[in-house]
């Protein structure tokens, strides 16, 4: 009951507009979008995962070092060590005894346990349920003690044993799927109530405006260093950069190139980026408009788009580079140099429609065949400056070649909504932060089932390649296959792949301690300090 008056009378003092209840100070972010669920297991966004994180300890933690991730023990972390057997199938997680939820209960191995069949179970519907090929049982080897039994060794056993760990005496008795794992009333309404492990818990959430993150009083591992963070909802750009820059927020993000340059320029702040793990996209979805269902159209539809043109257009040229497929540069490992961004060609666009039965046959500057248009809506993000912008470049080059393209910008939860739950759009431009490790690939573009593969997108030579690379024991034993994979997804163009970026991040310098870099925004955020 402490923890939970503790927490709300921070709330209050906060919302109110006073100073935190420690006389410490406060963190304020500005943030395009919003948090879906705080709950790992059920999480959607890489926004959710990263407050997550500092939500809900996971049983190891990790940095990306050299272009890898290096896995360790440190303050968010469950475990205080883990073990393999000595054929390498079984991962044991020895945890600290001293682990306790935000209500006061035990951290235990069952809650390790419950939480991993929780993923696995289809109708819960998470992200992560694909992860567990193989993944035999998961074994109470007592209170403290775990064992994870593979079917072999493979290269993600750590990687995919790394999520936030939930509380069984919580959410056991709703786990019926994921609308009833999230009707859970700590979830509906997230407050004080809402039981974590982490240095931060819940103050309150006023959905559409802000979420405050404030001190955890049980946490066990690490107090943060400021214990009140106010992540505030600003869809428009230009409203969030003029907050910073008054000093109404501390850190925003995303930025656009024009803003950080204004930014770097002023002795108060400095730009900060997450490099090279983002890309946008166009999804064609075959389902919902037919044509997208033809490869060569596809590969029509991308031939008509100047990349580099777009990219050097809007000034991005420093934080962006044209996008050849799936992997963006930091998966060295598995990206192949010698894959190419399709070239700007639109009269061989026009010659591939053509060549597909696409014509202008009425005179009216728009192809179509068999009497019915080339049109179709594109939905993007609303508020999203890049993928507004882009766009409306590329609705206009696909004019030229007769195709009518209308935009419709949407919420960025809204959106993910419609591109999840039952697909429910015809063409979409948006972006990913994608997964650090190469088996993304399994879920956003194979099988045609899953529900990250937001077109259906199903090709034989995944069905061989991929289980291939998922199977094999180590990650030089399966680079060779995701290689091949991906090379199969830029070929069959499920996506017109755009761009890779780095996110941008705007800091004041009275912000310290901050780790921004290819492994996340908020990953350290504990850590951050404000000097006034």
């Excluded at 993923?119 to 992200?127: A, D, H, N, T």
């Excluded at 320029?265 to 269902?293: H, K, L, Q, V």
């Excluded at 912008?389 to 206009?396: D, F, K, T, V």
């Amino acid at each position: 009951m402490r923890t939970v008056l503790f927490a709300a009378a921070a709330a209050a003092l906060i919302f109110n507009g006073c100073e935190s209840p420690a006389g410490r100070d406060v963190l304020v972010i500005g943030l395009g979008t919003e948090p879906g669920v705080l709950l790992p297991v059920a999480e959607a966004s890489a926004l959710d995962g990263e407050i997550n994180a500092q939500l809900y300890l996971k049983l190891n933690s990790a940095r990306w070092v050299n272009g890898a991730l290096d896995y360790l023990v440190d303050e968010l972390s469950l475990a205080e060590r883990w073990t393999y057997s000595r054929d390498s199938t079984v991962l044991t997680y020895h945890l600290r005894e001293e682990a306790v939820w935000s209500d006061g209960e035990p951290i235990d191995a069952e809650d390790v346990r419950f939480t991993f069949q929780l993923v696995r179970r289809p109708e819960i519907g998470s992200v992560y349920a694909d992860s567990w090929e193989h993944l035999d049982s998961v074994a109470v080897v007592d209170d403290h003690t775990v064992a994870f039994h593979f079917r072999r060794r493979y290269p993600g056993m750590l990687f995919h044993t790394g999520i936030g760990i939930i509380p069984q005496h919580i959410y056991e008795e709703y786990t019926v799927g994921q609308a009833s794992l999230t009707s859970h009333p700590s979830l509906l309404e997230p407050g004080p109530e809402l039981v974590v492990s982490g240095p931060y818990s819940i103050g309150r959430w006023v959905r559409g405006e802000r979420l405050l993150l404030v001190e955890n009083p049980r946490a066990f591992t690490t107090r943060p260093a400021t214990d009140t963070v106010v992540l505030r909802l600003i869809p428009d750009e230009t409203t969030r950069l003029l907050e910073f820059e008054n000093g109404e927020l501390d850190v925003t993000t995303p930025l656009e190139v024009s803003q950080a340059q204004e930014i770097e320029e002023d002795p108060r702040f400095r730009i900060e980026t997450m490099d090279d793990r983002f890309y946008d996209y166009i999804a064609w979805n075959g389902s919902e408009y037919p044509p997208f269902a033809d490869p060569h159209v596809r590969r029509a539809l991308s031939l008509a788009i100047d990349r580099r043109g777009i990219i050097d257009g809007q000034g991005l040229d420093r934080f962006a580079r044209p996008a050849a497929g799936p992997y963006p540069p930091i998966f060295a490992e598995v990206s192949d140099p010698s894959l190419e961004p399709d070239p700007y060609l639109p009269d061989s666009a026009r010659a591939v429609l053509a060549a597909q039965g696409w014509r202008d046959s009425d005179g009216d500057g728009l192809l179509d065949r068999e009497g019915t248009p080339f049109s179709f809506t594109l939905l993007t993000q609303a508020g999203n400056e890049r993928r507004n912008s882009a766009a409306q470049i590329i609705q206009a080059a696909y004019r030229e070649i007769g195709i009518d393209m209308r935009i419709r910008p949407v919420e960025f939860n809204a959106l993910l909504g419609l591109m999840f739950e039952g697909r429910d759009f015809e063409a979409v431009l948006m972006g990913w932060q994608v997964a650090l490790a190469p088996n993304y690939l399994a879920g956003f573009f194979w099988p045609p089932g899953h529900p990250y593969n937001i077109t259906g997108y199903a090709s034989a030579e995944l069905d061989r390649l991929i289980p291939e690379a998922l199977a094999a024991p180590n990650a030089s034993a399966a680079a060779p296959y995701w290689r091949e994979a991906a090379r199969t997804i830029a070929a069959g163009r499920p996506y017109a792949f755009l761009w890779y970026y780095d996110d941008i991040v705007a800091v004041n310098e009275k912000v310290r301690n901050t780790r921004m870099d290819t492994y996340g925004l908020l990953q350290n955020l504990h850590e951050w300090t404000v000097h006034n």
